[in-house]
């Protein structure tokens, strides 16, 4: 892919006679990509019309996967549990006030699939997004006062310790009222 772009450039300006570029990029979401998941919990079930079917998550999608809702970048979404349930066709809802907190078929041309439940499930329905990389968490941040004070989740790091076992640990937690009224200058 590389050759191309630049045999297309260097053609292009020798066919015009001009000056070759210096050129400058990123691959950075291709090389960090797997690094970063979000999960989020299914709290509700909510059917719109006869057509519609929403599932709505513990977060806000704008606040989490910014990418998402502002540029329709599709991540690999997989339910953690209720692998074995019949899967139905679904749109995600983040809790914000925003109308424009979801995710949804139409926006990213594919269909969004996920196992149906009952509302008395004992256990909920958790979501994963995938390969969402270093910007997700680089351009949502922690902390801080996100849209609709909604906060930050809890960072997970799971990594591998010294003998090769796998081990997580809690890097921060997730964001309390307390820490928002502080921001916002509201210190007891």
Known sequence: MINEIVTIIK??????????????TEFGKYTVGESGAIIFEVLEQKQQNDT????I????????????????EKFILLPINKWNNEYKRV??????????????????????????YNDDDEEPLYLG???TGAYQDAISGYGGIKHCLIPSPKHVIIDR????????YVYRNEQSAT???KILGYEK
């Open 11 to 24: 053609d292009t300006c020798t066919n015009e006679k001009i000056k070759e570029p210096d050129i400058y």
């Open 52 to 55: 519609e079917s929403w599932y």
């Open 57 to 72: 998550i513990n977060n806000s999608l704008m606040n989490t996967i910014p990418d998402a809702w502002s540029i329709f």
């Open 91 to 116: 749109n995600i809802g983040g809790i914000s006030c925003d109308h424009s907190d979801y995710y949804n078929s139409e926006d990213l041309n594919q269909e969004v699939l996920l196992p149906a």
């Open 129 to 131: 997004f995938f390969h």
């Open 161 to 168: 310790d010294d003998k090769g076992n796998i081990v997580d």
């Open 179 to 181: 820490d928002m009224f």
